[in-house]
């Protein structure tokens, strides 16, 4: 068993690059069948519980963004479609939590993880 206190934070960005010229995900969910919904529901369900107590939060999905710099902002489209908070031992066990997982079912679909850093007294 993990010493839960020595594991890591990870946030993971699912990413499509069908998302920059394809449907948005409101479009996607909005043409899907209630067939479809459930099917795809059951197999983020399924990862869940894979992964136990491993995902501390199963994110939502993403669409709309907009990139603020030098003071002023600007829409646009990006390739991240959602985004989970995990935990693990290390990026490598991270990693092999997104096995099977159902965003691959995604055309041009791929996850970024990123090792949350802990800020000493926060």
Do not use: N
Request: proline share 4%.
């Amino acid at each position: 068993m993990y010493d839960v206190g020595r594991m890591k934070k990870y946030l993971v960005l699912y990413q499509s690059d069908g998302a920059l010229s394809g449907i948005s995900v409101s479009e996607m969910l909005a043409k899907s069948t209630p067939e479809q919904l459930a099917a795809g529901m059951a197999a983020w369900r399924t990862w869940h519980e894979k992964c136990g107590s491993s995902c501390l939060d199963l994110g939502a999905p993403l669409e709309k963004s907009t990139t603020v710099a030098g003071g002023s902002a600007s829409s646009g489209k990006t390739t991240i479609t959602g985004s989970s908070l995990t935990r693990a031992g290390s990026m490598e066990e991270a990693g092999t939590l997104m096995k099977d997982h159902p965003h691959f079912h995604m055309p041009g679909a791929s996850v970024q993880i990123l090792e949350c850093v802990a800020i000493p007294g926060m």
